[in-house]
Structure formats: C-alpha cells, structure tokens
C-alpha cells in the first residue's frame, strides 16, 4: 500500500522559503515519477515540479528558478525547496506517485502572508 506523508509547510514572508519533504513508503520511488501538485482556495490542482522517471526535473512555469525538486532513494524522501516565495504560492501542497499521480499524500498549507 502506498502511503504519502508531507511535512514542512507553514507561514512564512514573502520572499521567506520553505522545504517541503515527502515521506514514501509501499513504493520504489526510483521507478516512479513523482512529483508535487498544489491547490489554491478556489482553484483546480495544478502541478508545481515533478521527477520523471529518468531522473529530469520538471517545473511549472511560475515556479522556475524559485523552488527546486530532489530525492533520496534510499530514504524514499522527495523535496521541494521552495525560495523567493510570494503570496500567490499560498495553497496546500501535495506529494504525488505516478504520472498521472496514482497516489496523493493528505497535503500540507503552505500560506505567504506578512
């Protein structure tokens, strides 16, 4: 079974950055693209960065050269260092397996507000 735990979120400034981590477990996520999705108040999921299943790194366009995506195999941990953050980043974060994602972690809130 495949469970999905994120950590990391919270309040910060803007401009202030974050780590959000992602815990896996029931999965290789060597084998697996995985990736984070997040959901604003009022808006559809939308995908903020993933890994592929070839080890590329993926990034939607209003996140590119702010927030970076890693991962350690062995831990099973996925990362998302997120930097320069505004307060249109505000949402619940998701961590994702597959593509397109099969599994969901619960999310964690990630707010930008001074």
């Known amino acids: 079974q495949v469970q999905l735990v994120e950590s990391g979120g919270g309040l910060v400034q803007p401009g202030g950055s974050l780590r959000l981590s992602c815990q896996a477990s029931g999965i290789r996520i060597s084998i697996y693209a995985m990736g984070w999705y997040r959901q604003a108040p009022g808006k559809q999921r939308e995908l903020v960065a993933g890994i592929e299943r070839d080890g590329r790194a993926v990034y939607a366009d209003f996140v590119k050269g702010r927030f970076t995506i890693s991962g350690d195999n062995v831990k099973k941990l996925v990362y998302l260092q997120m930097n320069s953050l505004k307060p249109e980043d505000t949402a619940v974060y998701y961590c994702?397996?597959?593509?397109?994602?099969?599994?969901w972690g619960q999310g964690t809130q990630v707010t930008v507000s001074s």
């Open positions: 994702t397996a597959g593509r397109p994602p099969s599994s």
